[in-house]
């Protein structure tokens, strides 16, 4: 997304979840000095700005989509997703002193939404807006792990190490959506001012233990077999000593030792 912000004049960025509203979005009344006011929700506020600048582009990121209720805090104004439609509210609201009446999102105007492809939610979204938008599906970036990855002191290759874990998760679990991403490999507390990250063995243990295993215990919830199959019965149970653990990942997954 950083990379893409750049070709843009104004970059916007919001998450979804469980209450996230139509009053959050779009925009309501509300009580303010004793009196009932309205006031615009972000994306209507961005696009009534948009449409006052049509020489500039605007992105609007919605991080998360899929994690809120679309119908209700979209309300009327998703059939402006078609573009070419115009949408009367369901009252007049107020941006910067004036009063909106009717949506139309703005030529100018771009929206990104992201999502994670595991959650389970996916089918709400799929009947509310998938035909209004293009979907991109981005798999798991091996190369950005091993240019990052600085592996000196423990023999492994971290590259390595993450696509064999991805081919356990497809052989045993053959959901491709339940792949791992590569922020599982890049942890902030492993990395430095230049972005390189400095593996150790204790890091690599704590990264499998708080991050790698808690998740795959998720997708793997009632079957401990499907589990162990993917990382090992000793991996599994979780390995709390440095040297152990880093032999038995070198036992379990041999093409990843350098």
Known sequence: ISEIEEDFDDCTKI????????????????????????????????????????????????????RGNISKIFGETILALDREYSVDLIKPINVGGELITSFKIPENMYIIGTMNSSDRSIAILDFAIRRRFAFVKLNPNYEIVKELS???????????????????????????????????????????????????????????????????????????????????EKIAAGIYDDEEFINEIKKTFPEAVL
């Open 15 to 66: 998450q979804f979840h469980p209450s996230t509203s139509y009053e959050d979005f779009i925009g309501g009344t509300t009580i303010k000095d004793g009196n009932i006011v309205t006031e615009s929700g972000k994306f209507l506020e961005k696009c009534v700005e948009a449409q006052k600048n049509p020489s500039k582009k605007y992105l609007f990121v919605i991080d998360e989509i899929n």
């Open 150 to 232: 600085v592996i000196d002191d423990i023999g492994i290759s971290i590259e390595k190490l993450f696509k064999a874990i991805n081919k356990n998760i497809l052989d045993v679990l053959g959901d491709e959506n339940l792949l791992l991403g590569q922020a599982y490999f890049m942890p902030d507390f492993l990395k430095q001012e230049d972005e390189k990250i400095i593996w150790t063995v204790k890091g690599l243990r704590m990264v499998f233990n708080y991050s790698i295993l808690p998740t795959l215990e998720e997708y793997t919830y009632g079957n401990r077999n499907d589990l162990i199959a993917i990382v090992g």
